[in-house]
């Protein structure tokens, strides 16, 4: 192994150029895989961020039967034994209660239908960028209760400015009529705009005292670390919760299937591209070993002669690849992992124009990535097997060569 | 004691549907300690004998032993361990590793037997200097002249302690000072080593060099007998 590990690095720098260029042409392979994989985990972790952080954090808990039907009927008591529950969960950044009712709000003669959303201040800045959002005045706060946070779409319509007092309209969990005055606090631009036109802010506690809904919540939205651990952190609820509890546990993959599905599509297109990189790559190295088996047909012959097995002048010729491609892989990883860490670092924030379009489509101006360990060990591991299986053929020709034919061309 | 037995040997090559009868049932034996020459008119065989002789190729008809065992019966594998451990080769064309040393040249049958470093580095220090080039040790192949890579071959050839060295024109690139030089270095180590040597040429003044002569023509022998 030592000997045959010896003479196929020497082989290897045999002829440098070519050497270089094949290594080269991995080294970019490698560079622009491991790039444009962490880019598009960047851009759709931030989509999902940018999502769960708007609506309903990584992982949901619900009372049975919301997420099919989102009214009152459905809740959750968040009692000191939940609360517990959600403090001690493993791997939860946060957690938040809301109150999801639908009203009518008025100003004078105007009225528009809106989506009433109660929450806790203060752990709602643990889950979602809600607070960050607001464009003008401030975020509902426990210290000014019967404030009230419009989208800005919904705000132009009503014609509602800063300090507007609005009539709050709807039906109560009590079945009875529920009405209030809200004092306009702040206006909040989401990037959704259904949202926008009919998201309206108050705090849980006046959430719950308008829908007479005593400690119950409608949902609970968690954060995790990140969107992958999100399945972790449903399973270990799901088993933290006592059954008794009629409670749904649903991750942002199940309740926003159609960003799933983007995903998928979106990956699917950028790997057919890498695939075809990777066949560049895998012609490069069939090209390179094939080339210098040839060339070496007499002096495989001698080593077959003096007593070298097929078996061994097989290998030798595979870790000839493997070298060549290990060394592209080494130099791909090593240029391409920092550089990915720097711009993981630094994202990059887009232009006006690009910036207004991915404003309309809902999403933040900014391009992001992120290295996931797959990503690195999966380019290893692709240029590896492509390699191996590059050198298939050269190896196996080179080891079925007679000593002599090889010595015959004399 | 024979280590190499020929009978009724015989080569035809096919090449696009014309055969030629490269041998024609030669029949050889080979004693320990001889040193023997193979010589006759280009074309005659020899090449052809010492590739059958050296398990590298396989008779048309006929049966080659090698210290009691018929080479047809062995697997690939078991000819490479044969090359390996009992014969040694030496080529018309040097055929060095480029890549390798003079002294990695030397070593590298002895690392494929299993020889321990230590004892690999002293046989091979003590060959190089036998062979007069100890002082090229760490050269490859391409900085040395033709005489002293052919020098490096038989020293790889027979550093491994083989029963028999097979050389085919080992001296045909060398111009004839050089090429007496070499023979005399086998001739010495025939001599010192008990080294038993068949090797090939068609040079007159090598052929006076050999204590025993097989003479082919036209892939038969025509005669074999003793020498100067
Ligand atoms: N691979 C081969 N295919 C066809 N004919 C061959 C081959 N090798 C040798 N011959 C023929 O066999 C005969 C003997 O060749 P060879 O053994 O090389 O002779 P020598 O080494 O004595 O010059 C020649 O006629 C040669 O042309
Ligand atoms: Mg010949």
Known sequence: MGLELRLAWRNVWRNARRTWLTVAATVFAVVLVVFFVAMAAGIHEKMIEDSVRVASGHVTLAGEGYFANRTLEQFVTLDAGLQHTLDAAPGVRGWAPRLVGFGLVSKETDAQGVAVLGVDPAREASVTTLARRVERGVFVSEDAPKGIVLGERLARNLGAELGDELLLYSEAYSLETAYDLFTVVGVMKLPEPSLDRSLALVTLADAQAFFVYGERVSEVALLADDADAADQVAAGLRGALPGAEAVEVQTWAELMPELVQFIILDDAGMYVLLVILVIVVAFGILNTILMSVLERTRELGVLLALGLRPGAVFRLVYLESLLLAGLGLAIGLATSIPLVLWFQAHPVELSNELAGAMELIGAEPVITWKLKPWNPLGSVLTILGVAALAALYPAVKASRGRPVDALRSL | ?228
């Open chain 2, 1 to 228: 004691m024979a280590i190499l037995e020929a009978h009724a040997v015989s080569k035809v090559y096919e090449t696009r549907g014309v055969a030629t009868r490269a041998l024609d049932r030669v029949d050889l034996t080979l004693e320990e300690g001889e040193f023997t020459v193979l010589h006759g008119p280009s074309g005659c065989g020899k090449t052809t004998l010492l590739n059958l002789l050296g398990a590298l190729d396989d008779p048309s008809e006929g049966r080659v032993t090698l210290d009691g065992r018929d080479l047809a019966e062995c697997s690939a594998a078991e000819r490479s361990e044969l090359r390996l451990h009992k014969l040694g080769f030496v080529f018309q064309a040097y055929n060095l590793i480029p890549v390798f040393t003079a002294r990695e040249n030397v070593e590298f049958v002895m690392e494929l037997q299993g020889v321990p470093s230590a004892e690999r580095k002293a046989r091979t220090d003590a060959i190089l200097a036998e062979v007069g080039l100890a002082e090229l040790a760490e050269k490859r192949p391409l900085e040395m002249s033709g005489g002293q890579q052919q020098r490096v071959a038989v020293a790889r050839a027979i550093v491994g302690r083989p029963e028999l060295v097979l050389a085919d024109e080992p001296t045909a690139n060398l111009d004839s000072a050089t090429a007496g030089q070499l023979l005399d270095l086998m001739e010495e180590l025939n001599r010192e080593h008990g080294v038993t040597f068949l090797f090939s040429t068609h040079d007159p003044l090598v052929i006076g060099k050999a204590r025993r002569r097989v003479r082919l023509r036209d892939g038969r022998v025509e005669s074999d007998g003793p020498g100067a």
